[in-house]
């Protein structure tokens, strides 16, 4: 990573910000003053401490959280200009820690990581997986809140993406979701919709062959399916044998789902492991998908896990102490954002050839060294354009890296 240019995150912001209609300057100004903080700040990030390393009070930033912000705007035009071309969008959701019993939206949801049902928030997150770069980048992020009566969970997170489907389509129209979305109400309106879904289907899925032999004549309805899959004994005549080796072999064909009441283009990939053989079932909704995409794809999926972690670890995303639902969602996509912001600045820049793994921490501790030392100029009266000064400030910026 490169940190010798700390000004071109606010470069790459304001020029993203004036692209943008109806912000005026003390909003574009606000926002990437908020997005500095929310590189630089280490511990919680809340309202309290923004006034302490900011140049507002509290109350400034509580009335400026809660005016609305087209986040998804916003990080569109970041991915079009920084990014690759060969996108999809990730759909996952994912819980916020959250006490209390006043805050829009609070109740039990699933958390991954703790394996069972919380108590807290959770948010609905859409990411642009970038497979050139193998990273995600952020788009927006919607709080799970106000779920009508007569309206699943599953209803809900379709109706998030179908409510952005023109925004989301100008990038791409390939939907990553994870097994749990691979169901009839949530796969078939998308592909209406325009979009093709690639996702994991049961490990006991009822499949069947299509029948390509010759119809009986007479009456009825033509005959379409041959026969339910049987995943020990694959039939070779209909399933194409892709690649195979001592511990792995890949399938693949078009077949039909009996949940999803559509044909699929099927990925079945064959592990063995301590001498059994198990298989996991992916799918697209585009027949003439190449295999070798919807498994690079549906893996590539699992990179919006990343930027949930970075985005909590380092860019406080449980941190939001508002029970209001406007500061809340933009206290959420700004955290998401600004792990957008350290990757495009510092990682997607360079080279891809002499790029290490990313590190949100290394850009973080940068960022807050950055932070101390403008303050020790400006108390001090230091003059940082000498030659000699130049250098030492450069090892300053990177004291405490992981990789100096």
Same mark, same amino acid.
């Given at each position: 990573?490169?940190?010798?240019?700390?000004?071109?995150?606010?470069?790459?912001?304001?020029?993203?910000?004036?692209?943008?209609?109806?912000?005026?300057?003390?909003?574009?100004?606000?926002?990437?003053?908020?997005?500095?903080?929310?590189?630089?700040?280490?511990?919680?990030l809340n309202f309290l401490q923004?006034?302490?390393?900011?140049?507002?009070?509290?109350?400034?930033?509580?009335?400026?959280?809660?005016?609305?912000?087209?986040?998804?705007?916003?990080?569109?035009?970041?991915?079009?200009?920084?990014?690759?071309?060969?996108?999809?969008?990730?759909?996952?959701?994912?819980?916020?820690?959250?006490?209390?019993?006043?805050?829009?939206?609070?109740? /039990?949801?699933?958390?991954?990581?703790?394996? !069972?049902? +919380?108590?807290?928030? *959770?948010? $609905?997150?859409?990411?642009?997986? #970038? &497979?050139?770069?193998?990273?995600?980048?952020?788009?927006?992020?919607?709080?799970?809140?106000?779920?009508?009566?007569?309206?699943?969970?599953?209803? /809900?997170?379709?109706?998030?993406?179908?409510? !952005?489907? +023109?925004?989301?389509? *100008?990038? $791409?129209?390939?939907?990553?979701? #994870? &097994?749990?979305?691979?169901?009839?109400?949530?796969?078939?309106?998308?592909?209406?919709?325009?979009?093709?879904?690639?996702?994991?289907?049961?490990?006991?899925?009822?499949?069947?062959?299509?029948?390509?032999? +010759?119809?009986?004549?007479?009456?009825?309805?033509?005959?379409?399916?041959?026969?339910?899959?049987?995943?020990?004994?694959?039939?070779?005549?209909?399933?194409?044998?892709?690649?195979?080796?001592?511990?792995?072999?890949?399938?693949?064909?078009?077949?039909?789902?009996?949940?999803?009441?559509?044909?699929?283009?099927?990925?079945?990939?064959?592990?063995?492991?301590?001498?059994?053989?198990?298989?996991?079932?992916?799918?697209?909704?585009?027949?003439?998908?190449?295999?070798?995409?919807?498994?690079?794809?549906?893996?590539?999926?699992?990179?919006?896990?990343?930027?949930?972690?970075?985005?909590?670890?380092?860019?406080?995303?449980?941190?939001?102490?508002?029970?209001?639902?406007?500061?809340?969602?933009?206290?959420?996509?700004?955290?998401?954002?600004?792990?957008?912001?350290?990757?495009?600045?510092?990682?997607?820049?360079?080279?891809?050839?002499?790029?290490?793994?990313?590190?949100?921490?290394?850009?973080?501790?940068?960022?807050?060294?950055?932070?101390?030392?403008?303050?020790?100029?400006?108390?001090?009266?230091?003059?940082?354009?000498?030659r000699k000064n130049k250098l030492?400030?450069?090892?300053?910026?990177?004291?405490?890296?992981?990789?100096?």
């Open positions: 990573m490169n940190f010798s240019e700390l000004s071109k995150s606010k470069s790459i912001v304001f020029s993203t910000l004036n692209q943008m209609k109806g912000l005026n300057l003390r909003r574009t100004h606000f926002l990437w003053h908020v997005i500095s903080l929310f590189l630089s700040i280490k511990g919680k923004l006034e302490r390393f900011g140049k507002f009070g509290e109350q400034t930033f509580r009335n400026q959280f809660e005016e609305k912000f087209d986040f998804l705007e916003f990080n569109k035009i970041l991915v079009k200009e920084h990014c690759g071309k060969d996108l999809a969008i990730a759909f996952d959701p994912s819980y916020i820690s959250k006490s209390g019993k006043k805050t829009p939206g609070v109740g /039990y949801f699933w958390s991954g990581c703790a394996g !069972r049902s +919380k108590w807290g928030l *959770e948010i $609905s997150g859409l990411a642009a997986v #970038d &497979a050139e770069n193998h990273t995600a980048f952020h788009l927006e992020a919607v709080q799970t809140i106000d779920v009508k009566e007569n309206e699943t969970l599953l209803d /809900y997170y379709l109706n998030i993406i179908l409510e !952005r489907k +023109k925004g989301l389509q *100008e990038l $791409s129209r390939t939907i990553l979701a #994870d &097994a749990y979305f691979s169901k009839y109400n949530f796969v078939n309106p998308l592909v209406e919709a325009g979009f093709t879904v690639i996702s994991r289907l049961r490990d006991d899925a009822d499949l069947r062959y299509l029948f390509d032999g +010759k119809q009986k004549p007479g009456r009825g309805r033509p005959r379409k399916h041959e026969g339910k899959i049987d995943f020990k004994n694959l039939d070779l005549l209909k399933l194409k044998n892709v690649s195979s080796g001592e511990k792995e072999a890949v399938y693949t064909g078009t077949v039909f789902s009996k949940s999803l009441k559509m044909n699929i283009n099927l990925v079945i990939v064959k592990t063995k492991k301590k001498g059994k053989w198990t298989h996991k079932l992916y799918f697209s909704t585009d027949i003439g998908q190449a295999w070798k995409t919807i498994l690079e794809l549906y893996k590539s999926r699992f990179q919006i896990e990343f930027l949930y972690r970075d985005a909590k670890q380092f860019a406080g995303l449980n941190d939001c102490e508002a029970r209001s639902e406007n500061k809340l969602d933009f206290h959420f996509n700004a955290s998401l954002t600004t792990v957008n912001l350290a990757k495009i600045s510092h990682w997607v820049c360079g080279p891809k050839e002499k790029r290490g793994a990313f590190s949100m921490a290394d850009v973080k501790t940068v960022y807050h060294n950055d932070l101390l030392i403008d303050r020790f100029i400006r108390k001090f009266g230091i003059n940082p354009n000498t030492k400030l450069r090892q300053l910026s990177c004291f405490g890296k992981i990789a100096a």
